[in-house]
């Protein structure tokens, strides 16, 4: 699950926000969720910085220590294959944090990030909901 999807899933003025909300009425039934510890940073300080939210931050956490969802620890050797991966991907501009979300896709033989950022097709993932 990419910060992208969190952000529009709690944020309702984000224009995929009905988009986030439907599928994710549908993720939480009978699917393996799994997100990064980099990407639950990257949302908290997207909701709280960026839209200058805390309450809407604290939410996030809230509902994700109350869910099943996963979160993965970004470890050193993560980190250490995401360098890699970004220093051979330059014409895709990928961001580190999308990096280390393909290698634990991978690892975890993950197929579908629930988000609505491109560059999951180009690394051959698809996405939920689609868009």
């Known amino acids: 699950m990419d910060s992208g999807f969190w ?3 709690f944020d309702a003025g984000d224009e995929h926000h009905p988009s986030a909300a439907e599928a994710w009425s549908l993720l939480q039934h009978d699917h ?3 997100t990064s510890s980099f990407v639950v940073h990257e949302t908290v300080t997207y909701l709280n910085c960026s839209l200058k939210n805390h309450r809407l931050a604290l939410l996030f956490l ?4 109350a869910s ?3 979160v993965i620890e970004v470890d050193q ?3 250490q294959s995401a360098l890699a991966l970004l220093r051979r991907s330059s014409a895709n501009r990928f961001s580190f944090t999308d990096c280390t979300s393909f290698i634990i896709m991978h690892k975890e033989n993950l197929s ?6 491109q560059h999951f097709l ?3 993932f698809s996405l939920t909901p689609r868009i």
């Open 7 to 9: 952000i529009a899933l």
């Open 62 to 65: 809230d509902a994700l220590d």
């Open 112 to 117: 579908t990030c629930a988000g609505f950022d």
């Open 122 to 124: 180009k690394q051959g």
């Open 68 to 70: 099943s969802i996963v």
């Open 32 to 34: 393996r969720l799994v």
């Open 77 to 79: 050797p993560m980190c």
